[in-house]
Every structure is written in C-alpha cells, then in structure tokens.
C-alpha cells in the first residue's frame, strides 16, 4: 500500500487502518498511544488509546492558530503522517470507544517523507509542518499530481491510445478521447478523466526554470480556475507535491462532496465550436496567481455564485443568492472598469443631493410638524442621503458596453433580476413558478460567468442561460 492507496482506502469505507508510535504534540506536553483511522464523513477520524498514565488536558473555547495540536503516527507499521487538530473535547459519546484517549478528526492527513526513529517522531512533524513556509531564490523543478473525485470535464481534447497484444487475437488498439492539456507560462498541466474522476499533472516544461514554491502557487490557482470553468469546487482527495527544494509532500482525505451545478461558462458545444477551455483557464489562472485585491475579491464573488447555484441549495435561496452576487460583482467590475468613466458625473450627483438634503433640512426645521412628523423627515432625510449616482442596473448596463456585449441578450439576466429580486428581499408575493425559477436562475448564473470571463479578456462563445423556455442552452459570443 502507498500513499495513494490511503486515500482509496478511505474512499471505499473499508476498514479502519491501524497507527502505531502516535505522538500528539500540545502545549502541555507530548503524549503517545497508538489507535486507528477511519473515514466519517466528509473528514477523517482518528481514535486514540494514550499509553502511560497522563490524561490528555482539556480545553474550550475559541482556539487560535498556534494552540492547534499536532498528531503523528505510522499507518500500517509504513506510512508516517502528520496532521493538525483541534484540542482535545472530552464528550460522553467518546467514552464509549476510547479508554484513556481521544478522537480527533482533520479534513486530511500529510505523508511525511523525513526519515525518522520512534522517538524523533515529533521532530519531524513540526519539522514537516514548517517546511512549507522554506523560500530560496535558487531555481527548482517540480510537479504536482493530484485526484478530483466526481469531477467530469467540459471537454476532452486529446486521446490515450492503449495497445494490447494477446496470444490468441493478436494485437489490438483501444482508443479513448480523456484528457485536456494546456500551459500557464513555464507550466504544462494535463487534465485525465477516469472514470468519474479526474486526474491534474502539474510540471515545468522542458528547459524551463522556476522559483521555489512558485509551482505550489501555481496549483493553487489552477484549482481555482478549474472550479471557475466547471461550476464545482475542487477539493483534491489525494496531492502529491514536490515544489523541487528537496521535501516531497503528500496528502489524502476522505473525498469531499463539494458545491456543484450544470451553468458552466463553457460545454462541448462551445467547445466544439471554437472556445478553447484551456485559454479560459489560462486566463483565470493569471488572475488569481497576482493575489492582489482585485484577483482574492474576483474569485470570492465565483465562490459564492457556485455556492448559490448548487444543486443542493432551494430554488428560492438560490435565485435570491444569485441576485445579491449580481449586484455585489457588478458593483466591483465596474468600479474596477468603469469608475474614470463616470467620476465626473458622480460629483455633479453628489453636489445635487447635498443641495437638495440642506433644503429638506431647512424645510423640515422652517414649518409648524404635527407630531411624530419629525421622524418623518429624518427618514426622508435618510433615503436623500443613501441615493447613488447609479443604480446597480445603470452600472450592468455600462459593463455591457465596456466589453462589447449584446444588449439584447444580457437585458435577459437584468429582468430576472427586477423580477425576482425585490420580491424575495422584501417580502412581497414570490412566484411559485419553478420553471420560471429555473430560468431566472440560469440566466442570472450565466450572466455573472459572462462578465467574469470578459473581465478576464477571454474571447469566443459562451454558454449565457443553460436553461430557457424551450429547455435548451443559449449562447452567447464574446468579441
């Protein structure tokens, strides 16, 4: 069993994997045991039986960083690993499996690849958990293989050609179209579907150099491209990642069910047509390797434009999620685009309305009010002072003309938004229309993928509304 087949093992639910020589580090000491992992869930488990006669201390509260524990052990007498904890809870339910223990559960357990005695064990864990923060100026290679559990690709470009040869019928080809490779700079990554599954290989090109940790950034940011182009978080169940100082690293974890949903930018149609999903990953990626504003803020509004369209999420939720995400993203483009643009006409606003708040003031403070009229006032004093210069339909419609949009299609996602919006926020009688639901989902969905990719500069045809009245997908082409 290598590590990779850890993280099958906890896939399949089998039984739990015996760990020997554990060592939890803690503020108060270091304590030993041995135990078993298992899966629960969407993380990992880890049952403890301490040896000696120390009772691990229990904590509360809010817990920062650096009070986190750190746990390392051999799975199957092989394998040793490191992962960080919360502080020990002592619970009723945990008396019934642990005696003179504990369970501790983390999202995934690391491999650690340092050579180590028994007891030099905790060494090399808090060896293992600093190595990470290393930087060197020197130029590394590196590669990084990863595996996304039920993740299927928009496209498949390329094909791998498997020859067997039989004794009895001779040699024969299989061919299967499954796999989509690009580059970002220096890099070349291959994109494998088997099965349900996919596949990332991450490496330098051939007579390339790159700076250390750069490939660890890099992987990073293709993750979140991925997810950008393919409606669903990637959260890899098993990484390998060797960022070329030297220091090997391996993940594995129970795989997670992430956020997912059918309004990609792209499909095979658009792909088939033209639209390269390598260049709109490219392009994503350039963008959130920057790690400035800009490109944290970008990725966080895609972020919650999966978490609001997800399968999982109710229909009514959803829309109302996607309504906020709209106005929110089409606030911060076109600050970003078209904030020269209308500066000047923001100030002549800003001088009317405070114009026009003075006379209010001297209205409401010059006449005789009848009671409770005063409050009055102030409200309307309030509503003067929370006017902007555009309504976040003034700032779509600029964006629209910024990238070159068709009018006419975009104006779709804009009405389901004015439909559904405000009766949703604010009480009103909702429509009970799932169908129409479903649209005004998918438009909104669409629209905020379209701007995104024009924002990134990405150029050819894009999927607008994966749903409309005739239960068909509506395109639409960047210039």
């Known amino acids: 069993m290598d590590f990779k087949k850890i993280a099958d093992h906890f896939r399949a639910r089998t039984a739990p994997l015996a760990v020997s020589q554990i060592v939890i580090v803690t503020g108060e000491g270091d304590f030993t045991g041995n135990g078993k992992l298992r899966r629960n869930g969407d993380s990992l488990e880890l049952e403890v039986t301490l040896v000696g006669e120390r009772e691990l201390p229990t904590v509360g509260g809010i817990f920062k960083r650096d009070q986190f524990w750190k746990i390392g052990g051999l799975i199957e007498d092989q394998f040793p690993f490191w992962a960080v904890s919360l502080p020990h809870q002592h619970t009723i339910n945990e008396a019934r499996f642990v005696v003179r223990g504990g369970l501790f559960h983390f999202d995934r357990v690391h491999h650690l690849t340092l050579p180590f005695e028994a007891k ?37 470009a390329e094909a791998t050609v498997t020859v067997e040869n039989n004794p009895f019928l001779g040699e024969s080809i299989h061919t299967e179209r499954n796999t989509l490779r690009g580059r970002v700079g220096d890099f070349e990554y291959g994109l494998i579907q088997r099965g349900d599954d996919c596949d990332i290989h991450l490496r330098l090109k051939d007579g390339a150099d790159a700076q250390a940790g750069a490939i ?61 999903p390598t260049v709109l990953i490219g392009k994503a990626v350039e963008c959130f390797l920057r790690e400035d504003a800009f490109s944290k803020e970008f990725d966080n509004y895609l972020f919650l434009t999966r978490e609001a369209a997800a399968d999982e999420t109710p229909i009514q939720v959803g829309t109302l999620g996607l309504c906020a995400v709209l106005e929110g993203f089409v606030s911060f ?109 998918s438009r909104i969905a669409g629209a905020i993928n379209v701007l995104a990719a024009a924002a990134l500069g990405f150029s050819g045809l894009m999927v607008l509304s994966r749903i409309e009245d005739k239960i068909e997908d509506e395109y639409i082409r960047l210039p």
């Open 333 to 441: 483009l076109h600050q970003h685009f078209c904030g020269e643009k209308t500066s000047s006409g923001n100030a002549e606003f800003e001088q009317a309305k405070s114009t026009l708040i003075e006379f209010v003031k001297e209205r409401a403070n010059g006449v005789e009010q009848p009671p409770n009229m005063a409050d009055s006032w102030k409200r309307f004093i309030g509503l003067l002072q929370s006017a902007r210069p555009l309504r976040p339909a003034d700032k779509y419609c600029q964006l629209v003309e910024h990238f070159r949009l068709p009018p006419g299609k975009m104006s779709a996602a804009l009405e389901a938004w004015k439909v559904h919006r405000h009766p949703l926020a604010h009480g009103a009688s909702a429509k009970d229309d799932r169908m129409d639901q479903l649209v005004a989902t």
């Open 120 to 156: 030099q064990l905790r060494e090399a864990v808090i060896q293992a958990a600093s190595s990470g923060k290393e930087t060197s100026a020197t130029s590394v290679r590196g590669y990084v293989d990863a595996r996304l559990t039920d993740y299927k690709l928009v496209w498949l």
């Open 216 to 276: 660890d950034r890099l992987s990073q940011a293709l993750y979140r491209a991925l997810a950008f182009v393919h409606g669903r978080h990637t959260w890899p169940q098993w990484e390998q990642i060797d960022s070329g100082t030297g220091n090997r690293l391996e993940y594995a974890t129970a795989p997670r069910k992430v956020s997912a949903n059918f309004y990609t930018p792209l499909t095979g149609t658009t792909s088939s047509n033209g639209s390269d």
